[in-house]
């Protein structure tokens, strides 16, 4: 699509009796738990979205990083739907012809040993969690029942009971209890802390290598690293969450591989599904995978060859589209022209690749009225904690749509701080 018929229109004001009707229905049939912005959106291709009226908009959001080749992109479809063809579902009751490359494709790209595959983020966080735990009962020796796991301050894992249990956002947590034992978490960036939070009953620590949903929160350089040190030294696994940072998402295939760590398991999710499907995995080395048995765990979907085909597309389409190389350089343009602001009402700009968060000075939901703003002008991002804008494109956006949302996002500033001096 062209980038030529950009409209200025508030969408809220000037929603068509459609897409009222389509939210309508969707909030009186619908649970409430989340609360969108006002917008239908009903096709997609590459960066940009169109909404039922035919509005379209750039997207700067990419489905939380799901959405990292763009939308529909010609190659992932094509597998999709030849794969669907021939073969959707098989369940892991038989072996199937698409899956065992998909092992071998991400132990490479990781440099570990073993891949369990499932659907969702969190699925696969929780086979995380779950390995961690056993390898510290029959591996490490601790008494059964008695293993932890220590996780950040400020971190994301998923919705499942677990995950909530492990974060420390009182609206995540409120009335799910009761919740899992064996879980505690320290302040993120601080290694010191980790060191002594580990105790012998320690099995391994979770982190995320850049925090995404907490603001897109860099740790201090050289964190990760001094946490694998501290892991080795104590005999703690090291496990590394890569669910929205993975796939090249901060211009290396593993945000960890920033600091050259190879941890003893990896999450990935997201991205891994191109965009069209749930496709995640636990990607660790023999001496965490060892505790798995026939039986011991398992998902109906997980490893179908219909997500198995569609995952290796998008896998394909990252390397031969270079898209890795791509997220670091435009990223550095992109965090660099933000950087350049110059704005009162805006706190920080930081990031790394195509993983970018700009965080808004002032109130608790400061940075609303910049994605309002935005959505206004034809830009799709999302407000993450309340004051960061989180920008996120798909990896293969044209340089010229970001150089544009780049020059709508100074003037929304522009015209907020106009906002802020005539109320002064
Ligand atoms: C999104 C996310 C998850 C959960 O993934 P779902 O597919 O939503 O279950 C887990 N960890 C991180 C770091 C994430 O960003």
Same mark, same amino acid.
């Given at each position: 699509?062209?980038?030529?018929?950009?409209?200025?229109?508030?969408?809220?004001?000037?929603?068509?009796?459609?897409?009222?009707?389509?939210?309508?229905?969707?909030?009186?049939?619908?649970?409430?738990?989340?609360?969108?912005?006002?917008?239908?959106?009903?096709?997609?291709?590459?960066?940009?979205? !169109?909404?039922?009226?035919?509005?379209?908009?750039?997207?700067?959001?990419?489905?939380?990083?799901?959405?990292?080749?763009?939308?529909?992109?010609?190659?992932?479809?094509?597998?999709?739907?030849?794969?669907?063809?021939?073969?959707?579902?098989?369940?892991?009751?038989?072996?199937?012809?698409?899956?065992?490359?998909?092992?071998?494709?991400?132990?490479?790209?990781?440099?570990?040993?073993?891949?369990?595959?499932?659907?969702?983020?969190?699925?696969?966080?929780?086979?995380?969690?779950?390995?961690?735990?056993?390898?510290?009962?029959?591996?490490?020796?601790?008494?059964?029942?008695?293993?932890?796991?220590?996780?950040?301050?400020?971190?994301?894992?998923?919705?499942?009971?677990?995950?909530? !249990?492990?974060?420390?956002?009182?609206?995540?947590?409120?009335?799910?209890?009761?919740?899992?034992?064996?879980?505690?978490?320290?302040?993120?960036?601080?290694? =010191?802390?980790?060191?002594? #939070?580990?105790?012998?009953?320690?099995?391994?620590?979770?982190?995320?290598?850049?925090?995404?949903?907490?603001?897109?929160?860099?740790?201090?350089?050289?964190?990760? !690293?001094?946490?694998?040190?501290?892991?080795?030294?104590?005999?703690?696994?090291?496990?590394? =969450?890569?669910?929205?940072?993975?796939?090249?998402?901060?211009?290396?295939?593993?945000?960890?591989?920033?600091?050259?760590? +190879?941890?003893?398991?990896?999450?990935?999710? +997201?991205?891994?599904?191109?965009?069209?499907?749930?496709?995640?995995?636990?990607?660790?080395?023999?001496?965490?995978?060892?505790?798995?048995?026939?039986?011991?765990?398992?998902?109906?979907?997980?490893?179908?060859?219909?997500?198995?085909?569609?995952?290796?597309?998008?896998?394909?389409?990252?390397?031969?589209?270079?898209?890795?190389?791509?997220?670091?350089?435009?990223?550095?343009?992109?965090?660099?022209?933000?950087? =350049?602001?110059?704005?009162?009402?805006?706190?920080?700009?930081?990031?790394?690749?195509?993983?970018?968060?700009?965080?808004?000075?002032?109130? +608790?939901?400061? !940075?609303? @009225?910049?994605?309002?703003?935005?959505? #206004?002008?034809?830009?799709?991002?999302? =407000?993450?904690?309340?004051?960061?804008?989180?920008?996120? @494109? @798909?990896?293969?956006? @044209?340089?010229?749509?970001?150089?544009?949302?780049?020059?709508?996002?100074?003037?929304?500033?522009?015209?907020?701080?106009?906002?802020?001096?005539?109320?002064?």
């Amino acid at each position: 699509m062209a980038t030529s018929t950009r409209v200025g229109r508030d969408p809220a004001s000037a929603m068509s009796e459609t897409a009222a009707d389509l939210i309508g229905r969707e909030r009186t049939f619908g649970a409430r738990n989340y609360d969108p912005l006002p917008v239908v959106l009903a096709r997609g291709e590459g960066s940009w979205l !169109a909404d039922v009226d035919g509005r379209r908009y750039l997207d700067l959001m990419s489905a939380y990083s799901a959405v990292s080749f763009g939308h529909g992109h010609p190659r992932i479809v094509g597998a999709l739907i030849a794969q669907a063809q021939q073969l959707g579902v098989t369940s892991r009751a038989y072996h199937n012809d698409e899956l065992p490359f998909l092992f071998e494709r991400l132990t490479q790209l990781t440099g570990l040993d073993r891949v369990l595959p499932a659907n969702g983020g969190a699925e696969a966080v929780e086979t995380a969690i779950k390995a961690a735990r056993k390898w510290g009962h029959k591996i490490k020796g601790i008494a059964d029942g008695r293993a932890e796991i220590i996780g950040c301050h400020g971190n994301f894992h998923g919705r499942t009971i677990t995950a909530t !249990a492990l974060s420390t956002e009182p609206q995540y947590r409120d009335g799910f209890g009761p919740f899992p034992t064996g879980l505690s978490t320290v302040p993120y960036g601080d290694a =010191d802390a980790l060191a002594k #939070a580990i105790t012998p009953r320690t099995a391994a620590f979770l982190v995320e290598p850049i925090q995404g949903e907490a603001g897109i929160v860099l740790p201090p350089p050289g964190y990760l !690293a001094r946490c694998l040190q501290i892991c080795r030294e104590r005999h703690v696994l090291m496990i590394v =969450d890569e669910v929205q940072t993975g796939l090249g998402r901060t211009g290396r295939f593993l945000a960890c591989q920033h600091e050259d760590v +190879k941890p003893d398991g990896v999450i990935l999710g +997201k991205a891994l599904g191109g965009g069209l499907l749930p496709v995640s995995a636990f990607v660790a080395t023999n001496d965490v995978m060892q505790v798995f048995h026939p039986g011991d765990h398992g998902s109906t979907f997980g490893g179908n060859p219909l997500a198995a085909a569609v995952a290796m597309a998008a896998l394909d389409v990252l390397q031969d589209e270079h898209l890795i190389e791509r997220s670091a350089e435009l990223g550095a343009w992109l965090l660099g022209e933000l950087q =350049d602001l110059r704005s009162d009402l805006v706190r920080d700009v930081r990031g790394r690749g195509l993983f970018v968060g700009i965080e808004v000075a002032g109130e +608790k939901n400061a !940075a609303r @009225p910049v994605v309002d703003r935005l959505l #206004a002008r034809g830009i799709l991002s999302k =407000d993450t904690h309340g004051t960061v804008v989180r920008i996120a @494109p @798909p990896l293969n956006i @044209p340089r010229d749509d970001l150089e544009w949302a780049v020059g709508e996002i100074r003037a929304v500033f522009r015209e907020l701080e106009r906002d802020v001096k005539r109320a002064a």
